[in-house]
């Protein structure tokens, strides 16, 4: 069964330094999202992306975030200059545009 | 008020058993309802998808959405310790991959043998 995958699955960093996280999605899905989860609390919504450009985005998702899809097929998250707080599971997530979203594993990212 | 309720449990039952998990929203606008089961450090698994009230079933899982109450449930039968995981109710204003989710912060369901 098709699936979504991330790497790394864990990734550690210093606060300041850029960090990309990276995913690739089921072959035949075109949109792309990016949701978090901060240990203990509830999975929020980072970015949602189709077509080479982002749809929404929420609060979050300052300039300090970006996405792109830099070769067709892997869908990335960078975050320019991390904080303390960004430490948290990154999920990416795909659908085929009918609603239905599919998860990843997950990045868990600690920010030090 | 949030915009999705559910209660973090745990909700402990004996093998067997079955459970019911609930949500509530306050969001007149979602049409379109989830349930995901989500392992430890793992991502959240899509079980079901629903849209409109009324009750879909899948195997051991039901679905059930009240938009009246906004109120949706999801229960399970003849649970094992394998479905012992943190569910989470999601919940989308459009069908379309424009549509973002609203998550609930989860219920923690212990199955014992």
């Known amino acids: 069964e098709p699936e979504v995958t991330q790497t790394p699955s864990h990734q550690v960093t210093q606060m300041g330094q850029e960090v990309i996280l990276r995913c690739v999605p089921i072959s035949n899905h075109l949109y792309f999202y990016w949701y978090r989860q901060i240990l203990g609390q509830k999975v929020e919504f980072l970015v949602s992306f189709y077509n080479n450009e982002i749809s929404e985005k929420s609060e979050i998702f300052d300039d300090q975030f970006s996405v792109e899809r830099p070769d067709g097929s892997n869908f990335t998250l960078k975050i320019r200059s991390t904080k303390l707080e960004d430490s948290a599971m990154y999920f990416c997530?795909?659908?085929?545009?009918?609603?239905?979203?599919?998860f990843g594993p997950g990045t868990r990212l600690t920010v030090t | 008020q949030k915009e999705v309720e559910q209660d973090p449990g745990p909700l402990s039952v004996p093998e067997g058993a079955i459970v019911s998990l609930n949500c509530t929203y306050s969001?007149?606008?979602?049409?379109?309802f989830m349930w995901y089961r989500q392992y430890s450090r793992k991502g959240p698994e899509l079980l079901m998808y629903t849209y409109s009230s009324g009750n879909k079933e899948d195997g051991r899982f039901t679905a059930q959405v009240d938009k009246s109450s906004k109120y949706i449930s999801l229960f399970i039968r003849d649970s094992q310790p394998s479905d012992s995981a943190t569910y989470l109710c999601?919940?989308?204003?459009?069908?379309?991959?424009?549509?973002?989710?609203?998550f609930g912060k989860g219920t923690m369901l212990l199955v014992s043998p």
């Open positions: 999601a919940m989308s204003a459009y069908h379309s991959g424009y549509s973002t989710l609203t």
């Open positions: 969001n007149s606008a979602f049409q379109y």
């Open positions: 997530a795909t659908g085929t545009g009918s609603g239905e979203q599919y």
